[in-house]
C-alpha cells in the first residue's frame, strides 16, 4: 500500500511539475512577443533620432573637432572602427574556407573515453549518460567515466540510477569532497584508457553521431590536438535569457570557432563539449593541475588552460561543426552574469598565459593568424576601461546622442548575427539577436572590467546551491529515501 502510495505521489508531483511548465511556457511566450516589439520599437526610435537630429549631432562634432582632445579622439575611434571591420572581414574570410571534417568509418576510430565530470546537477547527469550511452561509437571502443565532484544534493543517487540501467558501459566516482572541476578531470583522466579523452559537462545532451565527429579530426589530421564541439542552447524555450543567447552561441560557434578552426587555432575547447588527444593531455597535465595565477592555485578556466597548453605544444585545434551539445544555460540574470564573470577572468588569465608562447616559434606552420587572434582579444580588455569612461561622459554630456548612437550601432552589429543565424537556422528565432544585444549594452557591459580587475578570484559562481534550495533537495531526497525503504 505505502509502495502505491509513493508511486501515486510521484505520479502527482510529475502532473503539477507538468502543469507548472506549461503555464511558465505561456508566460514566456506572452513575454517574448511584448519584448521583440519592444526592442524594434525602441531600434527604430533611436535610429530615427540618429538621422533627425544630424543638425545637432553635427554642431556637436564641429564643436568637439575644435576643441584640443577633440581631434586625437575621431582618430582613435576612427582607427579602432577601422580595425574592428577589417577583422570582422579576416573572420569572414576564415569562415569560408572551413570545412568540417567527415566521421571516419568504424575500423579507423580509435578508442576514446568519455568524461562527465558533476556538481550539483541531479537529475540532468542522468540524462546526459543516458545520451552518451546512445552514441553511435562501436561500444568495445569507448569507455563511460562519471566523477562526482563532492554534490551536496542528489546528483550521486542519479549517478547511481544511470550505472544500474547501463552496467558496465559506465564507471562512477565520488570525490570524497568537492576540490574543483579541474580535479574531478584529472582524476579521471588517470583512469582513462582511451586514446583519445572527450569531455562533457553534466547538464548536456549529445546528439547520437556527436562522438564519432568528435574523434574523426584525430584520425584525419595527427597533428590535431584538441576539438571543440558545437555548443547549441539547450533550454532555450524555457525562459526568455537562454532564447536570447540562442543566437549569441550559434554565432560565436558556427561562425567564429569555424574562422579560428581555419587556422587551427581554436582559442578555448568549451567544458560542454571537447576532445583532446591523450598525449597531449599527458605532457602538460601535471602543469595543468597545478597551475596558478598570482600565487593562487587556479580553479576556473580549466578548458582555455588545456587548450593553451596543447596550441603550446604545437598541436592544432579543430572545430566541429556537426559535433552537438545541447546544454543548459542560466535562466536568471544573477547566474548569467556570474557565469560570464567566470569566462571573462579566465580569459584574462590565459590571454597572459598565451601571450608568453604564442609570439614565439610554437609551432612549424604558419603562426601569424593566431597571433592576430589573440591581439583582437587583448585590444577587447585594452579598451575596456576606456570605453566606461567615454560611456559615462557621453551620457552625463550628450544623453541623447549616446542613446541613438549605441541603437544605431546594435541595430548594424546585430543584423550580422541576425543575419547569419536567419541563413543557418531560423528566421523567426533571429530576430533575437536584436534584445539580446540591447541586454548585453546595457546591463552587462560591466564585465570585463570587473573581471580584469578581479581576475585573481577562482569560485565556480553558479553551481552552488542556495540554502533554500539545499535545504529543499535534501529533504525531497530523504523523502523518497523513506517511502522506499518503506
Known amino acids: 500500500m505505502k509502495g502505491l502510495s509513493f508511486s501515486k505521489s510521484l505520479e502527482t508531483s510529475a502532473a503539477t511539475n507538468k502543469h507548472s511548465k506549461l503555464i511558465k511556457k505561456n508566460i514566456v511566450n506572452s513575454s517574448s512577443s511584448f519584448i521583440l516589439i519592444g526592442t524594434f520599437l525602441l531600434m527604430f526610435g533611436g535610429v530615427s533620432l540618429f538621422f533627425f537630429l544630424q543638425p545637432y549631432f553635427e554642431k556637436i562634432y564641429l564643436e568637439r573637432i575644435n576643441s584640443p582632445w577633440g581631434i586625437p579622439l575621431m582618430v582613435t575611434g576612427f582607427c579602432l572602427l577601422t580595425v574592428k571591420i577589417s577583422f570582422l572581414i579576416y573572420i569572414l574570410f576564415l569562415y569560408l574556407r572551413y570545412k568540417v571534417i567527415k566521421s571516419v568509418p568504424n575500423d579507423q576510430l580509435p578508442s576514446c573515453t568519455v568524461i562527465v565530470p558533476a556538481y550539483n546537477e541531479g537529475e540532468l547527469v542522468y540524462k546526459t549518460l543516458i545520451s552518451l550511452a546512445e552514441s553511435d561509437y562501436p561500444q568495445e571502443k569507448i569507455q563511460l567515466i562519471s566523477i562526482d565532484d563532492g554534490s551536496q544534493d542528489d546528483t550521486w543517487q542519479w549517478m547511481k540510477k544511470a550505472k544500474e540501467e547501463l552496467g558496465d558501459r559506465v564507471s562512477i566516482y565520488q570525490q570524497p569532497e568537492n576540490k574543483g572541476k579541474r580535479h574531478a578531470l584529472y582524476r579521471a583522466f588517470n583512469l582513462a584508457t582511451g586514446e583519445i579523452f572527450i569531455t562533457v559537462d553534466s547538464d548536456s545532451i549529445v546528439k547520437k553521431d556527436t562522438v564519432r565527429n568528435m574523434v574523426s579530426p584525430f584520425v584525419v589530421d ?265
Open 222 to 486: 595527427k597533428k590535431c590536438g584538441a576539438v571543440a564541439g558545437n555548443v547549441r542552447v539547450l533550454n532555450s524555450k524555457k525562459a526568455l535569457i537562454p532564447r536570447m543567447l540562442n543566437v549569441s552561441f550559434a554565432f560565436s560557434f558556427e561562425f567564429i570557432r569555424s574562422a579560428q578552426s581555419s587556422l587551427g587555432s581554436v582559442l578555448c575547447t568549451p567544458g560542454a563539449l571537447s576532445a583532446y588527444r591523450r598525449e597531449a593531455v599527458f605532457n602538460c597535465r601535471q602543469e595543468w593541475i597545478t597551475q596558478t595565477f598570482m600565487g593562487q592555485v587556479s580553479k576556473i578556466g580549466e578548458d582555455r588552460a588545456m587548450t593553451n597548453m596543447i596550441l603550446k605544444q604545437g598541436y592544432k585545434v579543430f572545430f566541429q561543426r556537426n559535433a552537438y551539445v545541447y546544454t543548459n544555460i542560466p535562466e536568471r540574470y544573477k547566474n548569467l552574469y556570474k557565469m560570464f564573470i567566470r569566462w571573462e577572468r579566465s580569459n584574462v588569465r590565459e590571454n597572459i598565459a598565451m601571450s608568453k608562447f604564442a609570439f614565439g616559434n610554437f609551432r612549424k606552420e604558419a603562426k601569424s593568424g593566431t597571433r592576430i587572434l589573440l591581439l583582437n582579444q587583448w585590444l577587447k580588455m585594452t579598451m575596456a576601461y576606456p570605453g566606461i569612461v567615454l560611456m559615462l561622459f557621453f551620457i552625463c554630456t550628450y544623453p541623447i546622442l549616446f542613446l541613438s548612437s549605441t541603437l544605431a550601432s546594435i541595430f548594424v552589429f546585430s543584423s550580422i548575427q541576425a543575419l547569419f543565424y536567419a541563413k543557418k537556422h531560423s528566421v523567426a528565432e533571429s530576430l533575437w539577436a536584436y534584445p539580446y544585444s540591447i541586454f548585453y549594452a546595457f546591463t552587462l557591459f560591466w564585465i570585463t572590467p570587473y573581471a580584469m580587475a578581479t581576475a585573481g578570484r577562482s569560485g565556480w559562481l553558479t553551481r552552488d546551491l542556495p540554502k533554500k534550495q539545499l535545504k529543499k533537495k535534501i529533504k525531497k531526497q530523504q523523502i523518497i529515501t523513506a517511502a522506499v525503504s518503506s
